[in-house]
């Protein structure tokens, strides 16, 4: 079956310090990785994705992620976080062969302490 | 540019009435998906379009639920006989799949509320 967990439902982390949002997924074929951020009142907007390649990815505002295949894992990452960083975090995997439905995980909670 | 656009953006109903949402994709896109996103979880896939035909839909979208896409262009999703249980934010999204990169263009939703 395709899931797509997160383990960490609320994080709290103080500016400036650095993040690690967790997302394991379960997958038969090739996937398609991502993760999107979700702001209040702003629609899902796609901080990265993976597909092939270089398993440490470069996304948007300053976030990566690290594909690890034996674990399963899609981690992502920030080595400083803003207090705009406040968002719900999704990590979510598709199929490589075409782009059918993407399946998201529950979501993780970012507040950042001043 | 403009995004993924839908209406109205927030509705609120007795149950048992029926409610529609609208939404516009943007305007490359052949790609449409429907997803339902209730508090505190991720988004749920509903059903998806590529260009007018419906390709895939959810077990969780019970016969009350009906979404066309007449043109290949602008999708609507109507449910019928709403439930306290509809209660939910609906997500609209598009792509293009000539790139194949799986990336999902999403509008701000429309939050139900039934009462």
């Known amino acids: 079956a395709q899931s797509v967990t997160q383990p960490d439902i609320h994080i709290t982390v103080s500016e400036g310090a650095s993040l690690e949002l967790r997302c394991n997924y379960s997958?038969?074929?090739?996937?398609?990785l991502f993760w999107y951020v979700q702001s209040p009142g702003q629609g899902l907007q796609l901080l990265l994705k993976?597909?092939?390649?270089?398993?440490l990815v470069q996304g948007i505002k300053g976030f990566e992620a690290e594909f690890k295949r034996s674990q399963s894992s899609f981690n992502l990452r920030k080595p400083s976080v803003h207090w705009s960083d406040a968002a719900e975090y999704f990590c979510?995997?598709?199929?490589?062969?075409?782009?059918?439905?993407?399946?998201f995980g529950s979501g993780t909670r970012l507040s950042i302490r001043p | 540019d403009t995004g993924v656009s839908q209406d109205p953006r927030h509705k609120i109903t007795k149950r048992g009435q029926n409610v529609t949402f609208r939404c516009d994709p943007i305007?490359?896109?052949?790609?449409l998906y429907w997803y339902r996103q209730t508090l505190g979880q991720g988004p749920e896939f509903l059903t998806y379009?590529?260009?007018?035909?419906?390709?895939?839909k959810s077990r969780l979208l019970s016969d009350r639920f009906s979404a066309e896409r007449p043109k290949g262009s602008f999708s609507t999703l109507e449910i019928q006989r709403t439930e306290q249980g509809d209660s939910a934010m609906y997500l609209c999204?598009?792509?293009?799949?000539?790139?194949?990169?799986?990336?999902?263009?999403f509008g701000e939703g429309s939050r139900l509320t039934v009462l």
């Open positions: 999204a598009s792509s293009w799949d000539r790139e194949n990169t799986g990336e999902l263009f």
């Open positions: 997958y038969g074929a090739t996937p398609y």
């Open positions: 993976y597909f092939s390649g270089d398993t």
């Open positions: 979510a995997v598709g199929p490589y062969s075409s782009a059918s439905k993407i399946i």
């Open positions: 305007s490359e896109h052949n790609r």
């Open positions: 379009f590529q260009n007018e035909a419906q390709l895939e």
